[in-house]
């Protein structure tokens, strides 16, 4: 445990390393993080909403002018954190290459900085969002309180996907091609635009396979208050951490080989 | 169990390989089953067994490809060995790559503060040695601008600053110390110095066979992987350089490119061989070597050496003030005049080299580089053949020997 915080105080400076240099000489900085997921959201709900004339399905009652905006962007801050630590991690060795070749230190430390980055971005969309459900006078609410489990339950996918796609994208470089073709597929195969309740149930089947249902319903649930299902959550929460303990124990063994191949 | 072993880097028959395999799948496959060995191989280091003391300071030498790095590696713990163990006991601060992790745009101060985790420093530990680092880096204003303003100099230093600002218990050092110019490379020197005199283990790879034994009394010669020689760095130096010889006779190079630099620390003004446009008659005159050299009052006494080249660049002799222990005297402005005579000169006839250098008091750190500064000719009477002539003595034996 001691070890965990150690390994979290020296990830921190990682981060926010790459944060700075990210936004250093851009006019308004850290607002990109915001501007980009709030273009994304005006887009998405432009065409959904003014052209399909898509309303959100299911039980919530609450159908008020722009709900459905704010439903897409509770889904969109999940899935666009999980998407970008995927992109990203599947070229995160060769991108420190010079690191990995020549400085001793825990090469988990690279996965636990990516994260740490995206969640911060992250975080500060959920703000935005907060902001703009309170503008609206739809929150606070007390199922706001579950927003730390569905934001634990991310953050342990990003883990995950992290130290897997870091350590086999180094060896099998076409990952680099492969995921943000997955991802952007993955968009409309997870329940951002729709509840997954809605799907229809060869959807639904698929639906159950990707790990990022759970998370995105959940943060829903949580945004909005709607129920949540316990009893569905204990399976997949088990399996997250078993492909925890198989990611860390995939990333020892392939990390050997890193310096090699870069 | 020996109750005390002061055996601090212990490598037993270590192997490094690199796996040619092109198919990604395969090298995935392989490293996932760790089974490293099968399948088409580079081997860059072959069964190397190496011990190092606490504070030993071992130099590596050999040629570009020969190993040396790798073997710096292996050691740091970045490569893994392919065969074999290794164990290391206490803090390695790896002077490999300097700045890695440095980014362009950040400032000196925050990439010092930022990249703390990559040398184990925890925010907490890296702020309170910030000070002692920018003080030593001393590079001003500069460390509030970003890195990429820096001149290469400047990078290096705030680099090695705060890479040797751990306390190390051993220092791994590939080539760090050409970099920088002369007043920092003598400070730079200054703290491997002093880190080795508190008790650090020092491990030095170099081009450069004089610093090797300069600073280490224990040499190791690397060749295709394999170590051809552990012992006294002297004795290494020999080694190696008469193989290296032997291989360069074969590959008949021309003259190597004659290096010629000065620093702030100190510059040549003038070096002449008096009366070196008159041949000189071999065993009869003197070689007089004149040096004029400028250097900064502020340092303590340069010290100068001067070498001998035959006119294929081999070095025939050298002489240095402070192996003869010749105090170098300089006015105010640290202007000086030296002068070094080779009594009844003992070469042979040819055409010949000098070089000369002005390096620290400690004969270490090259302040002033004039190599093949000048040229002499040597003439003789008579048909000896060779560069030099020994003293000879003929006797009469005995037949019945």
Known sequence: ?262 | MPTMDDTVIELVEVAKSYSLEPSPWKRLWRQLRADVTSGPHHHALRNVNLRVRRGEAVGIVGRNGAGKSTLLQVICGVLQPTHGHRRVDGRIAALLELGAGFNPELTGRENVRLNGPLLGLTPAQIAARLPEIIAFADIGAFIDQPVRSYSSGMFVRLAFSMATSVEPDILVIDEALSVGDGAFARKSFERIMTLKQRGATLLFCSHSLYQVEAMCSRAIWLNDGIVQFDGPSHQASVEYSSWMGATEAAAAGALPEPVRFDTASAAFVKVRVRGGDIPMRSRLDDLEIHLHFRSDPAIPAPTVGVTLHASDGRTLSSAGSWIEGFVIRRDASGEARVSLVFPAVALLKGRYFVSAYVLCERGINVYSSAEQICTFNIVQDGPLQGIVALPVEWQQDRFDD
């Open chain 1, 1 to 262: 445990m001691g070890s965990l915080i150690d390994q979290l105080s020296l990830a921190w400076p990682l981060a926010k390393r790459d944060v700075i240099a990210r936004y250093r000489g851009s006019a308004v900085g850290l607002v990109w993080a915001l501007i980009t997921p709030l273009a994304v959201v005006a887009v998405y709900s432009l065409v959904f909403e003014g052209v399909f004339k898509a309303r959100w399905a299911g039980g919530a009652v609450d159908q008020g002018q722009g709900s459905y905006a704010l439903r897409l962007f509770a889904g969109l801050i999940v899935f666009g954190s999980i998407s970008e630590v995927a992109g990203r991690a599947t070229r995160l060795i060769q991108d420190n290459a010079n690191l990995v070749k020549r400085v001793v230190f825990p090469l988990e430390l690279l996965c636990v900085a990516l994260v740490m980055q995206v969640a911060l971005h992250g975080l500060l969309q959920a703000a935005v969002l907060a902001a703009w459900l309170l503008v609206v006078g739809d929150g606070p609410r007390w199922s706001w309180l579950w927003l730390p489990l569905a934001a634990a339950w991310t953050v342990a996918l990003q883990v995950v996907l992290a130290l897997v796609l870091a350590s086999v994208g180094c060896y099998v470089r076409d990952l680099q091609h492969v995921v943000p073709v997955l991802m952007s597929g993955l968009l409309f195969l997870s329940p951002v635009f729709y509840p997954a309740a809605a799907a229809p149930s060869a959807l639904r089947v698929l639906l159950n396979f990707n790990p990022m249902s759970m998370p995105i319903e959940l943060a829903r649930a949580a945004w909005f208050g709607d129920a949540i299902d316990w009893k569905q959550l204990a399976v997949p929460a088990l399996g997250m951490l078993l492909a925890m303990y198989f990611a860390l124990r995939l990333f020892k063994r392939l990390r050997f080989g890193f310096a090699d191949l870069v």
